[in-house]
């Protein structure tokens, strides 16, 4: 396979969704307003981490329920020498005494604008003020308010009330009515005009640790105080000859590198790949035998000495991922060579429920993902994540793919880069491909999968579902490929793309 062919075969009368090639710049998000965002700086000369930046905020207006300023972002940021990974989470409370899935007790410092803060330092061109105008604008004009998030709030109603979001104007509007948020626009004009780190100052801390400590939680102003944004280099493996960088600790990005790691060890006997089902299996036994190891994702680079040992003919029906969904994509690129993947959230739907009014927004309920061993609870400790952004570099090209999914994140990306880097799929092909997820015990699958049958005779538990089930992710994927921007919408949710 040449570098090129990741970007061939894209028809605009394709089915699949087409790759689109920039000048500028390029982008791919999880909502097309954040799109919109993204190519706006990219035209004002921004770099694409400023276009990052300018699509997660918008994330944020239009996505509560994913994702927003109470929650978290992890981010790789390529560029023709290296890639780095910043990590834009926060630890436990340094008072906590006991932790919770849900409620004050769940919350975790949040990370995302001290995240932003890391990467706008470093590689952002644009003023902040520019790069957030216009989530701030439509945070504070107000958006349309769409029947997802609208069954969003009727479902997740009660733990909203129970931890104090009864208040909330979101919970007062219909689908389709204007949705205006004051307060967050009030707060991202704070950041725009004081910097990112503004959040983590006395006004907007105090803020945040009066509300948690009223319901019963233990945040506290020293954890602000202590909070810092790690910027390493991300964990990289070669595969395939060419380099696939994940999030270190505290993801479980680690995951994705031990299956690619153990897919690689399986092609030495198998060079052509087997058959096409043989090659399905091996990644399903693959990733559930990664997940044994996901308690111990924070020994990050060491967990790669584990040999994944797996049937390549039956299945073992270990199973390990579990079902959580949320989670939103930003990917980017421009014409310089830089290309940023990211994942923001909050967890689960609207995080822990705590809502703070004067800000508004919900918080993270992040210490949820603790779990045990290496993965126990503890004050001032970061519990293993789920975000887990890639970033394949082969070459001069690198190419980012980001997607929401939870334990689903590393078996998409799995799927999708074995079929760019192994079976030589051009990208609009492999990114609208059928996908199988393995949940719970069960292995996911869409109905219209090649592999459907084969999967049965293996001895895996299929429950075969709709094409487009949210359970099998939406792929935010841009790049730089033979020196020009491009970007990859996923015909999954609401994803989207653009150039500039």
Known sequence: MTNQNWA????????????????????????????????????????????????????????????????????????????????????????????????????????????????????????????????????RDGITLTPALAKAVATQRARLERHGAGEWSLLNLAAGDRFVQPALAALLSTLAEQG????????????????VQARGGALSMTDFTAHETPVTPALTIPFQGGEVAVQPPPTQGVLLAMALAGLEQWLKTNPDGGNAASFQHVGVELTEAAFAHRDDAACGAALLDQVLTID??????????????????????????????????????????????????????????????????APGKRPVHTLAPAMLRRGTDLLALATPGADGQVQTLLQVIGRILVQGDDLASTIAAPRWRSEGGQLLIEDNHPALADFALRGHRTLPLQPGDMRFGSVACAGVLAGQPIAVADWRRENWAGVA
């Open 312 to 377: 390549p003919e039956r299945a073992a029906l270990r199973g390990g991922p579990r079902a959580y969904l949320h989670t939103a994509g930003v990917s980017t690129a421009d014409a310089q060579g830089l290309t940023v993947s990211s994942l923001i959230s909050v967890f689960d739907d609207f995080g822990s429920c705590v809502f703070v009014p004067e800000l508004g927004l919900t918080l993270n309920n992040r210490a949820g993902g603790f779990t045990s061993g290496a993965n126990a609870a």
């Open 196 to 211: 990112a780190l503004a959040f983590y100052g006395d006004v907007i801390a105090q803020a945040i640790v009066s509300r």
């Open 8 to 139: 061939l075969a894209d028809a605009f009368s394709s089915r699949n969704r087409p790759v689109l090639r920039g000048e500028i710049g390029a982008v791919s998000a999880a909502h097309p307003l954040a799109v919109a965002a993204g190519q706006s700086a990219l035209f004002q000369g921004g770099s694409a981490v400023d276009a990052a930046i300018a699509a997660q905020a918008v994330l944020c207006v239009v996505a509560p329920d994913a994702c927003g300023l109470g929650g978290d972002m992890f981010a790789l940021v390529g560029d023709g020498r290296e890639t780095l990974a910043i990590t834009g989470a926060g630890a436990a409370p340094l008072g906590m005494s006991q932790v919770a899935d849900d409620g004050p007790r769940a919350i975790t410092l949040p990370g995302i604008a001290g995240g932003w803060d890391a990467m706008h330092q470093r590689w952002g061109r644009l003023s902040l003020a520019h790069v957030l105008a216009p989530a701030i604008r439509l945070a």
